[in-house]
């Protein structure tokens, strides 16, 4: 058995995900684990469909296992969502290897570049480009520029070569034993608006799907399905739109030492939102007056949104205490039966093994991820009853329909 871990969000599963694990295969690894962000996504979004159509979506296109990330880690800056996955994996301990998109698939120059994030002289250089007012991103490249040259700096030009970087990190932090395996992202990239063939960012394919245009050639059959039976459902997609007066109402009602809990906030920032909350109308005229040169759209939603949702600093920076098992095939099956012998956290197939278990941390852990699946939902066409990831029951690959 070899095994091989993706980190995932699979909003939705599409045709360059399934390149992805087509070159896992070809590398030899015989299982498949997904890491996958479950309702809540890295760019501050809602999941487009919610994380039981996406485990149904990975398990019919060769996913063994799918893991769930918490909405605490999914809607966080790169470090952290690297970090937090990262530590699930390496929790395992029965993983051989971490397979990611690059756009430069070159293993050698990002673990130059993960280097470079640590030397001091580029640290003193990051603090000096901030000074004139360029994004923490664009600071950094320079940063890397100066010290390392053009060849190493371009690399943090990409958005998949920014997480794989995080993801070495990560890796060297916990003395892991998984090997980090880069495969060149070719054809489009990440958040392109374009398409290329059968190929397209799933930014892309996402605008197509809330327009009821098109998407069918750049996802696979089994995804088209589950999102024709979820939409079918009143289950997809989902809109932030359906929520935004609330969300409106929510942060009206919050002040400045509110915002500082947000992960990401400093240099001022809490009086920009605390301002731009007083006069916006909508949601998306909020994120519009609030980013800028220096602050991103990506990084103003994710602080909004877990300004919403109740998601704070202090529990972003506690890494994860349990495992929780979304769906599993034949395959995935055997990965179980595994990992009662080499995890070294608990894993959890259904929440009656949560309150079994009688560990206060997890089950406060587990209630918060379950509200904010309730408030997911809300997004929904059709609303859904309150307490599903109680009832929750892990995803046989073998009995979807």
Known sequence: MRVCAIICEYNPFHNGHAYLISKAKQMGFTHIVAIMSGNFTQRGEFSIVSKLAKTKMALLNNVDLVIELPAVYSISRAEIFAKSAIYLANSLGCIDALIFGSECGNIQMLKTAAEATSSKTVNTEIKKFLKTGITFAKARALAVEKVY???????????????????????????????????????????????????ASASYIRSLILKGQDYSQ??????????????????????VKRLERAFLFQLRKL?????????????????????????????????????????????????????????????????????????????GKKILSKLKKSATLPVFTKYSEVEKYKDENILKKFAFEAKLSDIYSLALPKVCEMGLDYKFSVVDGDKII
């Open 149 to 199: 040259g053009n060849r190493v700096s371009n690399i943090f030009n990409f958005s998949n070569n920014n997480l794989a970087i995080e993801y070495i990190k990560a890796l060297n932090d916990f003395d892991s034993r998984i090997k980090p395996l880069p495969v060149l992202r070719e054809q489009v990239l990440h958040d392109s608006m374009d398409f290329a063939g059968n190929f």
């Open 218 to 239: 750049f996802v696979p059959r089994a995804t088209l399905e589950i999102l024709k039976q979820e939409m079918a459902l009143g289950l997809a997609p989902a809109d």
């Open 255 to 331: 002040e400045i030492d509110d915002i500082l809990m947000a992960s990401e906030i400093g240099e001022g920032l809490e009086f920009k939102i605390y301002k731009e909350i007083k006069s916006s109308s909508s949601f998306e005229e909020l994120l519009n007056k609030v980013k800028s040169k220096r602050y991103t759209l990506a990084r103003i939603k994710r602080i909004v949104l877990s300004l919403i949702l109740g998601i704070d600093k202090e529990c972003q920076n506690v890494l994860p205490s349990y495992v929780r098992i979304l769906g599993f095939s034949i395959k």
